[in-house]
């Protein structure tokens, strides 16, 4: 066995290994501090601070709420009902979808249901969960678990049923059994399915959870935002913004390491 | 006492109201140790009848014996190479070629030992660490027969196994095959549509037509052990070659 690629030092300086990337991140710096620098000079000369805000006046926002303890407060409770709304949605998606999704003929009976289910937008949900659960952190924190309920449940099950029949027959000719099936074909085979589902819910725990707060609640980020609106705080609604994309970048950064850890191995394409 | 026999065989595959039938009463015996070579064109059922023979599908109609019994399912000492790759991709090649014996309840030590020795045997001392992924088509194809033989099959039934394979490798993978089976009392069922593999490697070219009808059942009467490269200069081989070229028609 001599054929075959082989692995050579290439020579290549870092310029032509990273100057790409480098180039890259050069220019999303430049763009962003000229739109900060655009945005500070326009706001209060041409543009209406009252209805645009400004860094300036963000900044100085950001650096009251950190002193007297509202950022924290607030922050620290949305991230909690993201991460419950998540672990409860994810946890019970993957395990209804490994019990149904197997058993083929009640998944056609149940598919049409859960897709209309699944069609319904979680906002119009968050009156009903008013109703029942109350305006406290478990109606937020249901909210972002039916969200992300869907999203684990549909593609943990598409991963299921996308598992190669062919390795299912590899098993059974080696003498295994339904359950050496299960969990040394169907387990590992749809974990790809699973993860996926979990990187796609993710951001959407966080919509779930904003959303619940926007609609009803007195403490949170979604809080902060529609609170500060009402009494026309433009700055105030902007400071929430940049916190919470700061959430979604970092949550966005656990879905990168999800993803690189689900890269391992690639489903064989001959 | 026979290795399979094989009495009245049909297999029809329900499509809407019709049937597509795949083999119409085949009639097949192969006796014990013999290396047995099925040749056809595309479609005559030669997957169907190995598929069969495997107890991966039940047949319509007639009957199948193993060594006597009747055939109701997936048996361990029935080896099967499928002419797709079957390495299961989240396993490297160590524990996918561990995977017969894991499955058989062995000991983690024992069967990574045998794998180990497999792995050596099929030529791919290097690579045991490797996903399936990272190999190419003829190193998957080895790991897939050191996972074969790692179950230590009586029986061995390979579906084209070498068909995606270049020519030289196709060569080389033969030679292997002739030399792992040589002198180990296993009986062999081969499916191929390439004459010339199929003299190089049997004892016996049963030629299949159309469902499955049996057009000839020849004698390959060329001395072993054989070279792939040499015996396919031998004025017999040509003289084989020709014959079967003649049934295929």
């Not at chain 1, 706001?43 to 805000?53: A, E, F, H, K």
């Not at chain 1, 409860?88 to 056609?108: H, Q």
């Not at chain 1, 009156?127 to 943990?156: D, E, H, R, Y």
């Not at chain 1, 050496?180 to 959407?204: C, E, F, H």
Request: hydrophobic share 50%; glycine share 10%; proline share 5%.
């Amino acid at each position: 066995m001599s054929t075959g690629p082989v692995r050579e030092r290439s020579g290549r300086g870092f310029r032509a290994r990273h100057g790409r990337t480098a180039t890259v991140w050069a220019w999303r710096a430049i763009l962003l501090v000229a739109f900060l620098v655009a945005w500070q000079v326009l706001s209060g000369r041409v543009l209406d601070p009252q209805y645009v805000s400004s860094p300036d006046g963000i900044v100085t926002r950001l650096g009251d709420w950190l002193a007297d303890g509202t950022l924290a407060t607030n922050t620290w409770i949305t991230v909690q009902e993201i991460v419950l709304g998540f672990l409860l949605g994810a946890g019970a998606a993957a395990l209804i979808a490994y019990v149904i999704a197997p058993l083929r003929i009640v998944w056609d009976v149940l598919d049409p249901l859960v897709m209309a289910l699944y069609s319904i937008p979680k906002v119009a949900l968050a009156p009903l969960f008013i109703v029942w659960f109350g305006i406290g952190t478990s109606m937020k924190v249901l909210l972002a678990a039916v969200t992300v309920f869907f999203l684990v449940f549909l593609n943990t099950a598409a991963g299921i049923h996308d598992v190669d029949p062919a390795l299912v027959d590899a098993v059974r000719l080696m003498g295994g059994r339904r359950r050496d099936i299960a969990l040394k074909v169907i387990l590992p085979a749809s974990l790809t399915g699973l993860l996926t589902g979990l990187r796609v819910a993710i951001p959407y725990a966080l919509i779930g959870a904003v959303i619940g707060e926007l609609v009803a609640s007195n403490r949170g980020l979604g809080y902060l935002i529609s609170d500060s609106s009402a009494t026309f705080d433009t700055d105030g609604v902007f400071a929430t913004l940049v916190v919470l994309s700061l959430v979604a970048a970092a949550l966005n950064a656990l879905v990168t390491l999800l993803g690189r850890r689900a890269n391992r191995w690639k489903p064989l394409t001959t | 006492m026979t290795a399979f026999e094989v009495r009245g065989v049909a297999k029809r595959f329900p499509k809407g109201a019709d049937d597509i039938v795949a083999l119409r009463d085949v009639d097949l015996t192969v006796e014990p140790g013999e290396f047995l070579v099925l040749l056809g064109r595309s479609g005559c059922g030669k997957s169907t009848l190995l598929n069969l023979l495997a107890g991966l599908t039940r047949p319509s109609g007639g009957s199948i014996r193993h060594r006597g019994r009747p055939v109701t399912g997936p048996r361990t000492e029935v080896g099967y190479l499928t002419q797709q790759d079957t390495l299961m991709p989240w396993r490297d090649v160590t524990r996918n070629v561990e995977m017969p014996r894991e499955l058989r309840g062995e000991g983690r030590r024992e069967r990574r030992a045998a794998a180990l020795a497999l792995i050596e045997r099929v030529g791919l001392r290097g690579f045991e660490k490797h996903y399936p992924r990272e190999l190419s088509g003829g190193m998957r194809r080895r790991a897939s027969l050191a996972r074969m033989l790692a179950g230590d099959p009586e029986t061995l039934l390979l579906d084209e196994p070498f068909g995606a394979l270049d020519a030289q490798l196709r060569t080389e993978l033969q030679g292997e095959l002739l030399r792992l089976w040589q002198g180990s009392g296993r009986t062999v069922v081969f499916v191929t549509h390439d004459i010339q593999e199929a003299v190089t490697l049997a004892d016996r070219v049963v030629v299949l037509g159309p469902l499955g009808r049996i057009v000839l059942d020849l004698p390959i009467d060329l001395p072993r052990p054989r070279d792939p490269e040499d015996v396919r200069v031998d004025a017999r081989f040509v003289e084989l070659h020709r014959r079967l070229a003649e049934a295929l028609r």
